[in-house]
């Protein structure tokens, strides 16, 4: 059975940090490509940050540039969010998601696997 889950939201200020973590379980963790999504209050799901198979390649939704960082540890079956100078826009339950092929995708229906998603919210 394959397990996504995310920890390490919580309610921060503006301009302040949150590092987010997906943990794997039940899947071949080296062979998928990971993705993190968020979903703000009201609004649809929306690409946020994606990183290959290998960590390699990295991309970002013009809105996380400069300012996320997705990283990945497959010897742990984790992927990370490092989230800097957050504003009040990146308030939204986040969710990592798992793609079996090498690079990823900014859809949301190219994704295999969701976790149940971490509430960040930043107050100002």
């Known amino acids: 059975q394959v397990q996504l889950v995310e920890s390490g939201g919580g309610l921060v200020q503006v301009g302040g940090s949150l590092r987010l973590s997906c943990a794997a379980s039940?899947?071949?963790?080296?062979?998928?490509?990971m993705g993190w999504f968020r979903r703000p209050p009201g609004k649809k799901r929306e690409f946020v940050a994606g990183?290959?198979?290998?960590?390699?390649?990295?991309y970002y939704a013009d809105s996380a540039k400069g300012r996320f960082t997705i990283s990945r540890d497959n010897a742990k079956k984790t992927v990370y969010l490092q989230m800097n100078s957050l504003k009040p826009l990146d308030t939204a339950v986040y969710y990592c998601?798992?793609?079996?092929?090498?690079?990823?995708?900014?859809?949301?229906?190219?994704?295999?696997?969701w976790g149940q998603g971490t509430q960040v919210t930043v107050s100002s």
């Open positions: 039940g899947l071949k963790f080296g062979n998928y490509a």
């Open positions: 990183i290959s198979w290998s960590g390699g390649t990295t």
């Open positions: 998601a798992a793609r079996r092929a090498g690079f990823g995708s900014t859809l949301t229906n190219a994704y295999d696997y």
